[in-house]
């Protein structure tokens, strides 16, 4: 059984930054790949970033140059650091690994 709990949610205005972070509990954390999904009201869940366990990296194009994610697997925990904010950006970021998800974390960005 894995937990995922995110923060670091937050209203923002646009081309501000956050960065959220998601710590899991449960075994076997560095040897799984990560990922950063999100969902806008009225939209399905999207991919935004996903990180392997040997730390290669993949993007949603709409993110490229502005999201970085990365892992400490001393600290069992993901981020994703969040540059140049955009209204288009504004959704509930979950946290995943596996079958697991997180509960999610609210990012608002204002125009």
């Known amino acids: 059984q894995v937990q995922l709990v995110e923060s670091g949610g937050g209203l923002v205005q646009a081309g501000g930054s956050l960065r959220l972070s998601c710590a899991a509990s449960?075994?076997?954390?560095?040897?799984?790949?990560m990922g950063w999904y999100r969902q806008a009201p009225g939209k399905q869940r999207e991919l935004v970033a996903q990180?392997?366990?040997?730390?290669?990296?993949t993007y949603a194009d709409s993110v490229k140059g502005r999201f970085t994610i990365s892992r400490d697997n001393a600290k069992n925990t993901v981020y994703l650091q969040m540059n140049d904010l955009k209204p288009e950006d504004t959704a509930v970021y979950y946290c995943?690994?596996?079958?697991?998800w997180g509960q999610g974390t609210q990012v608002t960005v204002s125009s």
């Open positions: 995943n690994t596996r079958l697991f």
């Open positions: 449960g075994s076997a954390f560095s040897v799984n790949a």
């Open positions: 990180i392997t366990s040997g730390g290669f990296t």
